[in-house]
């Protein structure tokens, strides 16, 4: 896991737009070979959004080619309701970039038989070919999509009854009714966020302070479900400095100096190669000193990811 630390939210947004826009622009999706992208919803990545319509705006980025699937949705809140999660995905952010209908996924909280739609979520999501890079939020237990405390680590999408605690932090977006807010949904699993390729998580403010903390300086748990990307090959928390504030001033520093090696050898690496423009973070030296592996053996496990992810 690694965990980049930014001063503000926003900049730790911009961060994770420019990370997903290389991404993309590296993979060169293509009819035949679309990049599929895992979104959430939620506060944490409103600013995403936005970067991500100006950067298309911009000519920076296009979604042509992108296939999305949602993380969850409310069980029998009509998708045209301003709290649905299609609603909240077409405001901000479908209706304003070139996606193409047919490649929007969200989970239908009305449909006829919820665990058929479940089934056949988990079976498009492997048709399309797998999810490349899932990014997601966190709440403030540490639960992601709404794998709340104590879901199955081996979770895949399901409908779920939603605890107390969960529809109390949720009344906010619902004039602070918490009887107005849904007592079910339906969610991705924690382990069908375990199977995509990537792992991105947006975490700013002081509220999600302790989860970050659990999910990074801590045991794997269910009580924390986001603690579950320490065993992904490839999952990156990023935050600000708020969300730090309960992590050890040691681990922070661990990081950045990951951070700072990873960005010397791309400095390297281009310099080397003759291009310009972001990279994305590779694996670096440091990363080499939590297993027995070499720095060869890793650049080799990297292109064999990168093989994997094409
Ligand atoms: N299902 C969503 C999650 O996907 C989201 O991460 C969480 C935190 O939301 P926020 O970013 O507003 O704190 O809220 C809901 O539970």
Not at 227 to 243: F, G, I, N, Y
Request: aromatic share 8%; hydrophobic share 35%; charged share 25%.
């Amino acid at each position: 896991m690694r965990l980049i630390v930014r001063q503000t939210a926003e900049v730790a947004s911009r961060y994770v737009v420019q990370y997903i826009t290389t991404r993309i622009n590296e993979f060169g999706p293509t009819q035949e070979k679309p990049f599929v992208l895992g979104l959430p919803t939620g506060s944490s990545p409103l600013n995403i959004y936005r970067s991500l319509i100006e950067a298309f705006r911009d000519g920076k980025v296009t979604f042509r080619h992108v296939v999305t699937f949602n993380m969850d949705e409310y069980v029998g809140l009509p998708p045209e309701h301003p709290e649905s999660y299609h609603s909240f995905m077409h405001k901000n952010f479908f209706d304003h970039v070139d996606l193409q209908p047919e490649n929007i996924n969200i989970l239908d909280g009305n449909a006829p038989d919820l665990a058929a739609e479940c089934l056949a979520y988990e079976e498009k999501i492997i048709a399309s070919g797998g999810i490349e890079l899932f990014l997601g939020g966190v709440g403030v237990d540490g639960h992601i999509a709404f794998n709340e405390p104590g879901s199955s680590l081996a979770s895949r999408t399901r409908i779920k009854s939603l605890a107390y605690e969960m529809r109390l932090a949720n009344s906010r977006f619902f004039g602070g009714e918490i009887d107005a807010v849904p007592r079910m949904a339906l969610t991705v699993g924690v382990q069908t966020i375990m199977d995509a390729r990537e792992v991105v998580i947006i975490a700013t403010g002081p509220a999600k302070a302790s989860a970050v903390h659990q999910a990074v300086e801590s045991g794997i748990s269910h009580w924390c479900t986001l603690s579950c990307l320490q065993l992904h090959p490839r999952s990156m928390v990023v935050v600000d400095e708020d969300a730090t504030l309960e992590m050890r001033v040691k681990t922070i520093k661990y990081y950045k100096e990951v951070e700072q090696i990873a960005e010397q050898g791309n400095e390297a690496e281009q310099k080397a190669s003759g291009s310009i423009g972001p990279v994305t973070p590779r694996t670096t030296a440091r990363d080499c000193e939590d297993g027995d592996l070499t720095p060869d053996s890793m650049a080799s496990r990297n292109d064999s990811l990168t093989e994997l992810r094409h």
